[in-house]
């Protein structure tokens, strides 16, 4: 864990900030003396993540496909923060294996509107509080399957390819504002997520990680905790690998 202090007197939200990726950041924000907003649709897991990481820690149920509920959120942030410095959007599913010609045409939309157009609307009702400031950092969590198209996960791999397609292009729009957009491409790491998988679809991702094993999360926060600080200054639009060597571009 990091002993910088590079967040003190900064407002920080989290998507999916619960569980996994995102609460690991939350945690790295926290003890670099950020007050952070974990927004998460289980309950549950909220108020055990609340009870863990204290008074700086506010929490919002919701579900981002709600572009109304982002909305509010965003707005309660704010005022629960003071201010907005960093958006981290680590909200996801995995969906479901199966093949395209099989993929339950239900299963395909609920991926896309989690993955892609909620992450959207995070981004499209968050932004605005820092360019009014001038000043913001957005990360998004990608995957590299977004790259390369994990076989049998062909919705997972699509929002996530949109997911890259989407930050390159806010990133350019808000290039003058004061705020940066960035999203990392992690390989598999081990996190809950996987439990929404199969053995034979996880077996498969690591045997493609030239380093033969998966991410922790640490390894992610630390990436992310980077891009969201004042120091990711000239780097907006980008891509950032957390591969073990997967990735070929």
């Known amino acids: ?13 989290v998507t999916g900030g619960a569980s996994g990726i995102g609460l690991r950041a939350a945690e790295r924000f926290l003890s670099e003396g950020a007050a952070v907003a974990l927004w998460d649709a289980d309950q549950a897991k909220l108020d055990a993540a609340k009870a863990s990481l204290g008074a700086k820690a506010h929490i919002f149920r919701l579900d981002v496909t709600s572009p109304v509920a982002v909305e509010e ?12 410095d960093a958006l981290v959007c680590s909200a996801g599913v995995a969906g479901k294996n199966a093949l395209v010609v099989d993929y339950p045409v239900d299963e395909w939309k609920r991926v896309l509107d989690i ?28 995957s ?9 996960a062909s919705a997972y791999s699509a929002s996530k390819a949109a997911v890259i397609g989407f930050t390159k292009s ?3 729009e808000l290039a003058k504002t004061g705020v940066t957009v960035n999203c990392i491409t992690p390989a598999t790491v081990e996190t809950p997520i996987l439990q929404q998988v199969s053995q034979a679809h996880i077996d498969y991702m690591r045997s ?3 380093m033969e094993r998966f991410g922790t999360v640490d390894e992610m926060a630390a990436i992310i905790s980077w891009l969201a600080s004042e120091e990711c200054s000239f780097t907006t639009g980008a891509v950032f690998d957390v591969s073990g060597g997967r990735a070929t571009y």
């Open 73 to 84: 959120a965003a707005l309660a942030s704010n005022d629960a923060l003071g201010r907005i």
């Open 170 to 172: 806010l990133g350019k």
């Open 115 to 142: 993955n892609l157009n909620g992450l959207f609307y995070c981004n499209r009702y968050v932004a605005p509080h820092m360019v009014k400031r001038g000043y913001g950092r957005i990360v998004n969590v990608a």
């Open 1 to 13: 864990m990091s002993s910088m202090q590079r967040y003190v007197g900064r407002g920080v939200i």
């Open 208 to 210: 493609k990680i030239p």
């Open 144 to 152: 590299i399957a977004g790259k390369e198209g994990n076989p049998t």
